[in-house]
């Protein structure tokens, strides 16, 4: 996440360790809870082969493996750091890695997240314009190529082969700020937060309800077509993990915009001991927000339990001659 508002990386004395340590125990509890759901739902992205080539579940499959490496990497340097004030483990590999999923993996979830609200538009109301190789080449894949490689291979660039001194310190998060943003001009500092960050969420509220609003204008319409059901699925699986982002990431972004506009003490008291922090839940939510959209949900699960019920009882045969 941006350094362009210091106070997300300067420790808050007036924070309560009971408070950090409460929010480490919540963290905590939601990746071991989360973790099992990422393996489940990849699973049943990947190794079905229909679920794995349609179309609408590609972006979707790269962003739960991009939160996944968020939510074991990334939060848990942070909430480490949180609770004991020093980076653990620490060394100039780790720092590296930990700067690069939080700008490069973590941007590229928001970036993917805005692709999936646009494309939504196409796949369920223009879904006959992709119908051939070519378009599908030119409309679903180099776009989603984009998105998911954009913010990842500049960050990559930024962090590991920009040409200026690391200095790494353990008593900062991240272990300090990149070095390239002593050295950038103003211009890639503003269009940093703007483009990376601040529009992408703003634009994901705004195609998303618009979304909706078409969905629930044309359903008539809909409902006489046979993909009417798919249609739907795929709207409910866009808003669900949109609303884990949006919930989450947009009182960080107003207080940011209130910030940027004249007043840059709005919102310095409660932003870095708590709204920036939640910027992390996303991660845990979206696996849930994706298996509340799978089809046949029940069966599925009822399939696991008895499988996993009927393995426990298989004992072995002794066989007496």
Known sequence: MSDNFSNHNIINDNVSRTWIKIEFSLFLIGQIVSIPCYIFVLYHFLAHKITRRALHNHVIIILLIYNFIDLT??????????????????????????????????????????????????????????????????????????????????????????????????????????????????????????????????????????????????????????????????????????ISYLVFDLPYIIIVIVQSSGYPNFGSEIITPYISHLVYVPPIVVPYATLLSLPRLKHKLRSLLIWKRNRRIIAPITVVQ
């Open 73 to 242: 990497v990334d939060l848990s340097l942070t909430m480490t750091y949180s609770l004991f004030d020093i980076v653990s483990p620490f060394s100039p590999i780790v720092c590296l890695l930990w700067q690069f999923i939080d700008y490069g993996i973590w941007y590229g979830t928001i970036s993917l997240m805005f692709w999936a609200s646009v494309e939504r538009h196409i796949l369920v109301f223009h879904s006959n314009i992709i119908r051939t190789k070519q378009r599908r080449i030119i409309l679903h894949y180099i776009p989603l190529l984009f998105f998911s490689l954009y913010t990842p291979i500049l960050y990559f660039y930024l962090i590991f082969l920009y040409p200026c001194d690391h200095v790494f310190l353990s008593t900062h998060v991240r272990c300090g700020s990149l070095c390239y943003f002593y050295l950038a001009p103003i211009w890639f500092i503003y269009y940093d937060t703007l483009a990376h960050y601040t529009m992408p969420i703003l634009l994901i509220t705004l195609f998303s309800s618009i979304l909706i609003l078409r969905f629930i204008k044309q359903k008539s319409r809909l409902k006489q077509a046979i993909k009417w059901r798919q249609c739907r699925k795929m709207i409910i699986q866009l808003s669900l993990v949109s």
